[in-house]
């Protein structure tokens, strides 16, 4: 049974940093896509950034320069790096595993951003 985990979403004001993790279980990690997703209240849900088994990276063109996506192949994690944040920020977060047809998610965490 595939399960991510997400932590370290909170209360942060805007220009300050969080780092989200996920962390996988029943699952060979290392071959998977990992990608983090978020929605915000009323939008639809939206890539954030992915990294793939080869560790190339893509971002939304909203977060490149203060978002980093890294993996720990290992510890079968994968973790958010947010910096400067912004209250456009503020959503749900959730982190994504997908290889071919296989496609998981997690519960989300929820990550606000206000002064």
């Known amino acids: 049974q595939v399960q991510l985990v997400e932590s370290g979403g909170g209360l942060v004001q805007p220009g300050g940093s969080l780092r989200l993790s996920c962390a996988a279980s029943?699952?060979?990690?290392?071959?998977?896509?990992m990608g983090w997703y978020r929605q915000a209240p009323g939008k639809e849900r939206e890539l954030v950034a992915t990294m793939t088994s080869g560790d190339s990276t893509n971002y939304a063109d909203s977060v490149k320069g203060r978002f980093t996506i890294s993996r720990d192949n290992d510890k079968n994690a994968v973790d958010l790096q947010m910096n400067s944040l912004k209250a456009e920020d503020t959503a749900v977060y959730y982190c994504?595993?997908?290889?071919?047809?296989?496609?998981?998610w997690g519960k989300g965490t929820l990550v606000t951003v206000s002064s």
């Open positions: 994504n595993v997908k290889r071919y047809s296989m496609n998981y």
């Open positions: 029943g699952i060979f990690f290392s071959i998977y896509t």
